[in-house]
């Protein structure tokens, strides 16, 4: 079953379209499970019925004319209990319903499951038999995964559909694509699309206009290949055996067959794209080799499919290096890269929407930091066929436009000027203190990573620098940056803020931020190798970026010092004596480094309920909402299945935050929020309330959050997180401080527009 389960999706996503595709399906699984009827039923949530879309088995002129209310019959009861039914005999049952356009009448046994895409019912899968049968339990599971497998299919093929409608003449109806979650603004632009480097088997088709300039591309990757391949084998000469050396002379036969290469532009010259070539040409034949009975043969398999790598990584790096940006970029693909959203010039990047993804990732950090709106969680989002048309990213309403009409269009420039205006109506508050109505005052901080926006924090009116995210430097290198390199770059971050405090953070990878160059492959990499447990493990590493930090910091002294993901005394305990360490060595080179201020980042549960002993060992402490929230949620924040549960409202989360800054104000100690919660106008309303020393955030916020500040009493922010502690979730404490958001004329900080 899982072989045909298998070839039943492949089929059906290379279908042309959705007609085509429900036509396969029914076919199929008639054949499966050898009964009389497959039908599938699409659900019309505009008239609320169900359509009879396809069949194998019924009178085909009801297709497309029989539907029946939602709730109706078999098919209505499949779709309102979202699960399967199974029953041997049809018409016995209370909820079957005879429409005799369908030439049903001879048929009783039944069995349906539900099209579930995000627990909305798409639609319903169902096969019946003239006799009365109750199908297995095997054969209703087999039933059940393919129609979940069939969701993201169908939807796919929609777009397919809806697009080949646009492309064909004027559209009566527009395109919209919804994701999980995002980064706030609007943009329009056109979309350029990019995929993800050194992953054959993810690359997916993309239609070309000029196929000459395509096997052009490949001849030369092929030909570049060659002769590295003769250039390694030479190398290696004095280095190996002639044995060994053979595995170049294979490659090199390889390339030079007519399987390989002239399949791949076979596929070229028939409208696929270069690396979608590729990968079908490479998938094809290391298929062949692996189902071959020889063991020596079915090993040729590896070999094809690691030489077509080469290629494919050959490919990539061209068309990377090749690149130009149009003025208004949607940058989109289906796992878009720091290093891909970072190689776009800043000016020429206003949206970003990735299939994968949410907005609670390190990239959304950065977009939000850019003011760059984007919508992650796209699932449903062809990216091979968008390459080029005209995007509108919605980031507050988590919509994606394809193609908008004139009229949306003008809409949405219209929303781009009212954004644009309240912006600019903020700028009056750039100079003055974060200070409510009653005296409380907050100091306002930015998140950074890049030189330029260090420049631009300065002129905004920050108090300094919260969280400076070292790592980002390195994700620019394709090495790991000395320490002269490292010193320079501190040295101009602390100059430019001088005399307001930087807080540069130690390299904070793993998770959802792999180096390129120095990749981490687990299984569960949240709770893996990551934060300070790698620059523990790495003490070269460490020492170097402390040494640098320090030697910056000797000319300056607004340097302060954050340590990532602490969870323990001891991690802790480890980290201040290899800054022991860095500062004796320094001392011996003859440089008096002087003892910056020392932090920990509180995002992992076990530092919540030690904070008490951990406060002891630093000078201040910062909470990482972001980490925070996903630990104490058990949510990977990038996973769109359940993105939706991740909410930094959540009691759990702000009463953890709030004991960890009673505690840390109880020894007299500063303690700041460094995640998206300070630029979040609700949740910073109760931080506020809660009464943190310091928010910091991406410079798009700070202005609207100081707006917020200045016009929201203290004591009117107490009453309102009083209120949101006695609520038992977080949709309801949202509600309730966007309430008082609203009532006091700040609802501008909702929604786009006036």
Known sequence: MLDTLRRIVEDINAARDLNEALHLIVAEVKAALHTDVCSVYMTDPVRGEHVLMATDGLRTGAVGQVRLKVGQGLIGLVASRA??????????????????????????????APILRRRKVLGVLAAQQRDQRKYSDDEEAFLVTLAAQLAGSITQAEIRQALARIDDGPATETLFLEGVSSAPGVALGEAVVVFPSAALERVPDQDIADPEIEASRF????????????????????????GDRALFDAYALLLGSDSLVNGTLERIYAGNWAPGALRATVLEYAN????????YLRERAADILDLGQRLMNRLQEEQVGQRAYPDHTI??????????????????????????????????????????????????????????????????????????????????????????????????????????????????????GLFADIAAA????????GLYRSELHFFLRDHFPGEDEQTTLYSRVLRIMEPYPVVLRTLDIGGDKPLPYF??????????????RISLDQPDLFKTQLRAMLRAGADYPN?????????????????????????????????????????????????????????QMVDFASIGSNDLTQYLLAVDRNNDRVAKLYDSLHPAVLMAIRQVIQRVQAVGKPISVCGEMAGDPAAALL?????????????????????????IRYDVAQETLAEALTLNTAAAIRDRANACLEQHGLGGLLRVGK
């Open 83 to 112: 699960e399967p039914v199974n029953i041997d005999d049809a018409p016995a049952h209370p909820a079957f319903r005879y429409i005799a356009a369908t030439g049903e009448a001879p048929f009783h046994g039944f069995v349906g």
């Open 219 to 242: 001849r030369q990757a092929v030909a570049a290949e060659l002769a590295e391949l003769h250039r390694l084998s030479e190398r290696m000469r004095l280095l190996l055996s002639a």
């Open 288 to 295: 062949i080799f692996t189902e071959m009975d020889d063991p």
């Open 331 to 448: 940058l989109m693909g289906e796992e878009v890269s720091v290093s891909q959203f970072l190689d776009v010039p800043p000016e020429k990047l206003k949206g970003l929407v990735s299939v994968r993804g949410t907005g609670a990732s390190h990239l959304a950090l950065l977009a939000r930091g850019l003011g760059i709106p984007a919508v992650f969680g796209v699932s449903n989002l062809p990216p091979g066929r968008l390459n080029g048309r005209e995007i509108a990213v919605d980031g507050y309403t988590m919509r994606v436009c394809i193609q908008p009409s004139p009229a949306l269009r003008q809409e949405y420039e219209k929303l781009m000027a009212e954004e644009a205006e309240l912006a600019q109506g903020l700028q009056h508050l750039r100079d003055l203190p974060a200070e409510t109505p009653d005296g409380r005052t907050v100091e306002l901080h930015a998140n950074s």
């Open 458 to 465: 300065r002129n905004s009116g920050v108090q300094g620098v």
């Open 519 to 532: 990749p981490i492959r687990e299984q569960n990499p949240f709770l893996g190798w990551r934060g300070i």
């Open 559 to 615: 340097l302060a010092i954050l340590l990532p993901m602490i969870g323990s005394v001891g991690e802790l305990s480890e980290a201040l004596e290899l800054l022991r360490c860095a500062q004796l060595e320094l001392l011996e080179d003859g440089l008096a480094a002087q003892t910056p201020r020392v932090g920990i980042m509180v995002e992992v549960p076990s530092a919540v309920y030690q904070i008490d002993a951990l406060i």
């Open 687 to 711: 931080l506020l309330a809660m009464g943190v020393d310091s928010l910091s955030m991406n410079l798009g916020s700070l202005l609207k959050i100081k707006w917020l500040i200045r016009t």
